[in-house]
């Protein structure tokens, strides 16, 4: 058995919003469970044969605890309750929540347990089995292809910047999002690095690496908070409505970006009134047409009488540097706007890097369901539960 390198060296290695729900969940829904499951969204990836190496890499997550360091940092953050910090200084992945197996002849990853325990493990999960087939199946020269790639995006950024003559971080509003399908940890962390360096980079939302470098973290919500939702005992066509009052409960003005499609964009901006359209800061993008979704959310503030420059609208499906300036042209002077790219800042190495994810499938016993405004990003193992919400949202948005 070859010597045993660490992945994770701390559980802050994480997208913030992770905390951010976590804390929502222990005062909002405390006693909720949760089930996690793991998929591979690349075909004809084979992830079985690096099995052995990852449930090693989460016998090593499992022994690990925040450190004093990390704990005074998030303490520092207005948003985080001293009891929520109480608990990261308690936290500890408990290994008999998450099991690795084989389901349909693929590597089958499933986390089942409450609901605050259950759902850090996305994220470490997701750049364990990232870096484990990186170490396999990139070839040594990545570093080298990695850095001429980043190079090439540094130069784009500050030549829209000149051509725009303003600042790049404010030509271009770039977030690093990308922790989760990092190639390799290092790599990321020299990315970030560079990016800040360069100046180019208005933070990231890995939590470890914006106290290391010095960054803004940045994340509020993601997929699950309203997943969770749809199995908290309320009407499930309000389950959106709930949530988002829920969050506005629990952080009182701060992190106001909410997620707009996790029962797709028509059923969010249905649920998004005037209270909640003048109550958060913005929304993100996270599936279908970015244009199409910025040019509908514009409308939807215009009808409110809501001036539209007065919000911000997060763009994060799949981008490249391109695509954003694309998107930026667009919408500029016309609603604030900002990117969170990913998988193109971590793992552009050459080879086509994995599509993770780790959803949850279940909440309190009962199926949930992710739509999205792209088919082949929704989530559910339940299909009658899924045709049924689809039934309930046309007749409710008809």
């Known amino acids: ?122 994220i470490p999960v997701l750049e364990i089995v990232s870096e484990v087939y ?32 303003l600042p790049p971080t404010k030509a271009l509003p770039i977030i690093d999002f990308g922790g989760r399908r990092a190639a390799f940890r290092d790599w990321h962390k020299r990315t970030v690095k560079t990016l800040r360096d360069e100046r180019v980079l208005i933070g990231t939302s890995n ?15 993601a997929h699950e908070t309203f997943q969770a939702g749809q199995a908290m005992g309320i009407r499930l066509m309000d389950s959106q409505k709930y949530v988002m009052q829920k969050w506005a409960e629990e952080y009182r003005g701060d992190l106001g970006i909410a997620l707009s499609d996790t029962l797709g964009f028509d059923k969010f901006l249905h649920d998004f009134d005037m209270y909640f359209a003048k109550l958060f800061d913005g929304c993100r993008h996270d599936s279908g047409d970015p244009i199409k979704w910025g040019e509908r959310l514009i409308e939807h503030y215009k009808s409110m009488r809501i001036d539209p420059m007065t919000k911000t609208a997060v763009f994060s499906d799949g981008l490249n540097v391109p695509r954003a300036i694309e998107i930026m042209d667009h919408f500029r002077g016309r609603i604030k706007v900002s990117f969170g790219i990913g998988t193109n ?11 993770l994810v780790m959803k949850i499938i279940e909440c309190n016993g009962q199926p949930v369901a992710k739509l999205s405004d792209t088919p082949g990003k929704a989530m559910c193992e339940d299909t009658d539960y899924e045709k049924e919400l689809k039934r309930l949202i046309e007749r409710e948005i008809a």
């Open 207 to 221: 939590v470890w690496l914006a106290q290391m470098l010095d960054l803004v973290c940045i994340g509020t919500m």
């Open 134 to 165: 990186a170490r396999a199946a990139y070839p040594k020269d990545c570093y080298r292809e990695g850095l001429k790639r980043l190079e090439e995006k540094i130069k784009l950024i500050r030549a829209y910047a000149e051509k725009m003559m």
């Open 1 to 122: 058995m070859s010597e045993f390198q660490p992945i994770i060296v701390d559980p802050t290695d994480t997208d913030q919003y992770k905390f951010t729900m976590a804390q929502m969940f222990m005062h909002q829904f405390p006693g909720a469970t949760g089930k996690y499951r793991f998929k591979c969204r690349n075909k004809g990836i084979d992830l079985l044969p690096y099995r052995e190496e990852i449930e090693r890499q989460i016998d090593h997550l499992c022994t690990l605890k925040i450190s004093p360091v990390m704990l005074a940092y998030m303490s520092a953050q207005r948003f985080y309750k001293p009891d929520f910090i109480e608990f990261l200084r308690l936290f500890q992945f408990n290994r008999d929540y998450i099991h690795v197996g084989e389901r349909d002849g693929e590597l089958d990853i499933w986390a089942e347990g409450p609901l605050v325990n259950t759902m850090l493990f996305e």
């Open 345 to 355: 800042l971590s793992n552009d190495m050459g080879p086509k890097a994995l599509q």
